[in-house]
């Protein structure tokens, strides 16, 4: 237009000054990203294998293969955990009844008319105690300050009749020299307990001799 001077390569456009044409980065490749292409926001690069936003809008990105496998070993180790969890609570109920159980025979004892009482010292240290009531045809067996054991050796117990000794359970590990209370069922011919040293898993007959010998109350 008259009166307006261009600088060169520059065009001036009606009611523009001059000088003041198209601004860099805008409707030109200059100021732009390097490398940006079509759909891409000035500024902003797109990280090598992921594609940019095809034309028309919106973007599919399929899920990876290797998020698949992590979401799967995932899956995995939640139920293998759900089994393991199940499976302790089944021992766990089972271990409490059986608690029950034997709580419920030992009151029984304890709380029968017949329930007699005997206690005896133990040769290596400790009492031994037994409440037996004939009529429920089942005694209780606890024990005091015996001495600790090496890990090798058990406490066991024996019910004695006519055809001699077998054996009826192990003690518990002592704390404090007390063991957990032991439910024995005794025949009526049964006529005496026997307390042993023996290995650890127990014996099928007495390979030492009694550290206690106590006889039990007839019917």
Not at 122 to 138: D, L, Q, Y
Request: positive net charge; glycine residues 16%.
């Amino acid at each position: 237009m008259p009166g307006s001077r261009a600088e060169p390569g520059q065009v001036s456009r009606p009611g523009e000054e001059p000088g003041r044409g198209s601004r860099p980065g805008v409707g030109s490749g200059q100021g732009a990203s390097p490398g940006a292409g079509p759909g891409e926001a000035p500024g902003f690069r797109v990280a090598p294998g992921i594609p940019g936003r095809p034309e028309g809008g919106g973007e599919v990105v399929p899920l990876r293969r290797g998020r698949s496998k992590a979401l799967a070993g995932l899956a995995a180790v939640s139920a293998a955990a759900a089994v393991a969890l199940g499976a302790v609570a089944v021992d766990a109920r089972r271990d409490l009844g059986e608690l029950t159980a034997r709580n419920e025979e030992m009151t029984a004892v304890l709380a029968a008319a017949d329930a007699r009482t005997v206690r005896r010292k133990v040769t290596s240290g400790g009492t031994g105690t037994v409440v037996i009531s004939r009529s429920k045809g089942r005694m209780v067996f606890t024990s005091s300050d015996l001495p600790e054991l090496p890990e090798t050796k058990g406490y066991e117990l024996w019910l004695m009749g006519p055809d001699g000794p077998r054996p009826a359970g192990l003690l518990s590990r002592a704390a404090d020299g007390v063991t957990s209370p032991v439910v024995l069922t005794p025949l009526k011919e049964d006529g005496k307990v026997a307390l042993t040293v023996e290995p650890a898993g127990g014996s099928e007959k007495p390979t030492t001799q009694p550290i206690m010998l106590a006889e039990l109350p007839a019917a």
